[in-house]
């Protein structure tokens, strides 16, 4: 007779079994919800921090309508397009757009991607990459801004959907503030490690960054307590170059230019001013 110890082990298995299977079957309805954080409401204005800037109006390749700001700099050398991170919208990334507009000299469009402040519809990755072309053609067929003089920018989640849309047009940089390798790698560093193999969002940043035909400057905190330190390092090592690595002592995920300080900003300065001279402003 079998002890009931090693009787009792097939059915456990078979309970871990359906238990995964019934966990990854609500990640399969509820994953968006565990990867996006949408706001709505704007805590701040360009306006009301005295930065001038234009409403801007975007349509996606699918029709769906975006809405971000574009702020100018006079004489500007360089344009960054910024994607934003996963949780809360262009509202909260106006203290950044301000040190890039008086650090670098920059001007800067800020979008939202779908699902976020004033943008329809709900994000989903191919979603964010169709808005983020959407923003890039504003700026070179709206606002006449030469592909040279572009500077892809992306924050986290942000740093996927601009490593996307640096394979397929041509910009004169890539910024990554705390990128990731995928999401099927961040699942695993969390407690939902067992429902990695279910995830269906891939933004599979390793696999692209090896495409990668432009500088690169990745920008990680040495303390990130979402993306593990190690993932922005082996992206960076995975991508050709020309590239640099700046850690950042002591930040964490969302802190990098804050504790970061000047030493931050002028990583982000030597790095753009190694690139080839833009075209002549007009």
Request: net charge positive; aromatic share 10%.
């Amino acid at each position: 007779m079998l002890r009931p110890a090693l009787r009792s082990a097939p059915f456990a298995v078979l309970r871990l079994t359906l238990v995964l299977s019934a966990l990854g079957g609500l990640l399969l309805l509820f994953e968006t919800r565990f990867i996006y954080f949408p706001s709505r409401a704007h805590e701040a204005t360009p306006a009301g921090l005295g930065l001038p800037s234009e409403e801007v109006r975007l349509t996606a390749e699918d029709g769906v309508r975006l809405h971000g700001w574009f702020l100018p700099v006079r004489g500007a050398r360089w344009t960054v397009l910024l994607s934003h991170g996963n949780a809360g919208n262009i509202s909260h990334r106006l203290d950044r757009t301000l040190f890039l507009q008086t650090r670098l000299g920059a001007s800067v469009l800020l979008y939202d991607y779908r699902g976020y402040g004033k943008s329809e519809g709900s994000p989903d990755e191919r979603g964010t990459y169709r808005d983020a072309r959407a923003a890039f053609r504003y700026l070179v067929e709206q606002r006449q801004v030469p592909p040279e003089r572009l500077v892809l920018f992306g924050e986290s989640l942000g740093s996927a959907v601009s490593l996307d849309l640096a394979l397929s047009h041509p910009a004169a940089a890539l910024v990554l503030e705390a990128p990731f390798t995928s999401v099927r790698d961040m699942a695993r560093t969390t407690i939902f490690f067992p429902l990695a193999p279910f995830v269906r969002t891939r933004y599979d940043n390793l696999e692209k960054v090896a495409r990668l035909r432009m500088p690169l400057l990745v920008l990680q905190g040495d303390h990130d307590e979402v993306v593990p330190f190690a993932q922005g390092r082996r992206l960076f090592e995975a991508a050709p170059g020309p590239k640099r690595f700046f850690t950042i002592p002591g930040a964490g995920h969302n802190d990098a230019y804050f504790v970061g300080g000047d030493a931050y900003w002028q990583a982000i300065a030597d790095f753009l001013a190694g690139l080839p001279d833009p075209v002549p402003r007009d």
